[in-house]
């Protein structure tokens, strides 16, 4: 079973929006609504940035939004500032009442 | 508070089992999912399998079938994460994450557990 697609890297200007995708299929990504993003600092827990494609929880930054077009998901990170770099990882459902994260991005703050 | 914690590193030999626990704590334990995803270093996250607190059904990826199993115990409101016939590929952080039933996302995420398979 094999991962969902993401850039291996991104980068971006403080200020400067980027956009991290995230592809699958039609079992996974394109089939169902519940992609989730997570943001993951180097020896620390995933945090949740994005569920259900694009609902930001309570405490995550308006900066922060994703989207879907077919089987494509997208995180928009708007007005970059240093403290969001990190790598970023997406996930869905998968047909088979299973899960599936994305081959992670690292972003860079230039 | 809502959190999740989990047992310490380990190392173990090649063809050994490892049982990481994680320990819910701030809400009800049996009305919701709990999942086990590793990182192996310098790899991304991959996803291993969940289960029911409720009634402990258990479901796991195609990669860890029949090596990964997953148990609770409702008394101490704990989640197992076992694997056997373990080789230096499966050193790695495992995490544990929470998951409300049908919401797809998973929060909040345990600390992580060092397990390194060496000779």
């Known amino acids: 079973q094999s991962a969902l697609t993401q850039p291996a890297s991104v980068s971006g200007s403080p200020g400067q929006s980027i956009t991290i995708s995230c592809t699958g299929t039609?079992?996974?990504?394109?089939?169902?609504?519940?992609v989730s993003w997570y943001q993951h600092h180097p020896g620390k827990a995933p945090k949740l940035m994005i569920s259900t494609v694009s609902n930001r929880p309570s405490g995550v930054s308006y900066r922060f939004s994703g989207s879907k077009s077919g089987y494509t998901a997208s995180l928009t990170i708007s007005g970059l500032q240093a403290e969001d770099e990190a790598d970023y990882y997406c996930a869905s459902y998968r047909r088979g009442n299973t899960y599936a994260f994305g081959t992670g991005t690292k972003v860079t703050v230039l | 508070q809502v959190q999740l914690v989990q047992s310490g590193a380990e190392v173990k030999k090649p063809g050994a089992s490892v049982k990481v626990s994680c320990r819910a704590s701030g809400y009800t334990f049996s009305t919701y999912n709990f999942h086990w995803v590793r990182q192996a270093p310098g790899q991304g996250l991959e996803y291993m399998g969940w289960?029911?607190?409720?009634?402990?059904?258990?479901t796991y990826s195609h990669n860890f079938q029949g090596r990964v199993t997953i148990t609770r115990d409702t008394s101490a409101t704990t989640v197992y994460m076992e694997m056997s016939s373990l080789r230096s590929e499966d050193t790695a952080v495992y995490y544990c994450a929470r998951e409300k039933p049908a919401d797809g996302w998973f929060d909040p995420w345990g600390q992580g557990t060092q397990v390194t398979v060496s000779s």
């Open positions: 289960i029911y607190a409720g009634n402990g059904d258990s």
């Open positions: 039609s079992s996974d990504v394109g089939g169902y609504n519940y």
